[in-house]
């Protein structure tokens, strides 16, 4: 069976820190690429961050950029999320997906494969 499972989130307070896993069963995720994505009730689901598979490029979106980190360790077939510095309002369901081919792609139509998803809320 193939899928993805992320797991790690949690609540935590402003300004605390969350690593994000996104563990592939059934194929390898050297091959893909990879997106993680959120959505918050009542907003539509965003892209935050994706790696390519050819050379490791990433992306991050505005609202993250210096403050979050996407990696992946080919040997554990896992990708990462590390955020720190967390914001409320980056509480929503985090989801990763995998992308057959070598580059990034912002399309959520482009990704293959889903996880279920992870709950972060930041709160105090």
């Known amino acids: 069976q193939l899928q993805l499972v992320e797991s790690g989130g949690g609540l935590v307070q402003p300004g605390g820190s969350l690593r994000l896993s996104c563990a592939a069963s059934?194929?390898?995720?050297?091959?893909?690429?990879v997106g993680w994505f959120r959505q918050a009730p009542g907003k539509e689901r965003e892209g935050v961050s994706y790696i390519s598979s050819a050379d490791d490029s990433t992306y991050y979106a505005p609202s993250v950029k210096g403050r979050f980190t996407i990696s992946r360790d080919n040997a554990k077939n896992t990708v990462y999320l590390q955020m720190n510095s967390l914001k409320p309002e980056d509480t929503a369901v985090y989801y990763c997906?995998?992308?057959?081919?070598?580059?990034?792609?912002?399309?959520?139509?482009?990704?293959?494969?889903w996880g279920q998803g992870t709950q972060v809320t930041v709160s105090s």
């Open positions: 059934g194929f390898t995720l050297d091959k893909y690429a």
């Open positions: 997906a995998a992308d057959w081919g070598s580059y990034y792609s912002t399309s959520f139509d482009e990704y293959d494969y």
